[in-house]
């Protein structure tokens, strides 16, 4: 540990390969939305095919780091890498075309529109071989609601839906933001499988969660944001549940 200063399915973790570069490294990273600064030198690193916890009091920063991974904020200063390539200046699009996929706080999805028109927009036309069924087999419930009109979907199918955009994207790096906020702890487990899922087909997870200790089982590493600083980082072997709630009230 270092600090500056029951899931019901069982899968096993890809191991990284030796050499292989981070999937996502910050290096001294600041942002600010006009003169507020929000994070100050954040520094974090995502291995490959591995789970990594972003935790931290409401206004730490959290959602900021994803939207500069993402590209959708530019950092003050710093550096980005994306699987060993500096995409620090590269814009949105072309880092999603690159392996990043966000799912945003919030409910990342077309409210208007079917399942099936976001599912269909969800498929980039780099992933035209993956099909609609194909993906439909991780969310079964969505199966029966595909001419339903997405925002009158519950809270959990929704999420699911969102959450099925990284199963058309092919991604390297999923940013998953708040997936579990306003959900029952019973869909909870279920988005939480599907996580682990994603994890096991050797994708690398990046995720905001408001469910500290749910946060810590499934990581590999945890890495803790208070008044936009790293205040706590560490394999989650050794950072214990006290260790964080200690450090939320810094």
Do not use: W
């Not at 390969?17 to 942002?31: F, H, K, M, S």
């Amino acid at each position: 540990m270092t600090s500056p200063k029951d899931s019901a399915l069982d899968v096993a973790t890809p191991e990284a390969i030796p050499g292989e570069p981070p999937t996502l490294v910050l290096r001294d990273v600041q942002a600010s939305y006009g003169d507020t600064v929000v994070l100050r030198k954040v520094s974090l690193e995502v291995p490959p095919r591995a789970v990594v916890a972003l935790l931290g009091p409401n206004g730490a920063g959290k959602t900021t780091v994803m939207r500069l991974v993402s590209g959708t904020l530019k950092p003050v200063s710093g550096t980005i890498v994306l699987n060993g390539v500096d995409v620090t200046h590269m814009p949105a699009h072309r880092r999603a075309s690159s392996g990043v996929c966000l799912i945003p706080e919030g409910r990342g999805i077309f409210r208007s529109l079917s399942v099936r028109e976001n599912l269909e927009l969800f498929r980039p036309t780099s992933s035209r071989d993956i099909a609609v069924d194909e993906v439909l087999e991780v969310f079964p419930v969505l199966a029966a609601r595909l001419s339903q009109v997405a925002g009158t979907l519950s809270g959990g199918e929704q999420q699911m839906l969102a959450l099925s955009r990284a199963f058309f994207t092919k991604p390297t790096i999923v940013l998953v933001d708040e997936v579990s906020i306003g959900l029952a702890p019973k869909i909870v487990d279920q988005i939480f499988e599907i996580l682990r899922r994603l994890s096991s087909e050797g994708v690398s997870l990046l995720i905001v969660e408001q469910y500290v200790r749910r946060a810590l089982e499934l990581a590999s590493t945890v890495y803790l944001l208070n008044r936009g600083e790293v205040v706590l980082s560490g394999s989650t072997q050794d950072v214990k549940y006290e260790d964080v709630a200690d450090a939320y009230l810094r």
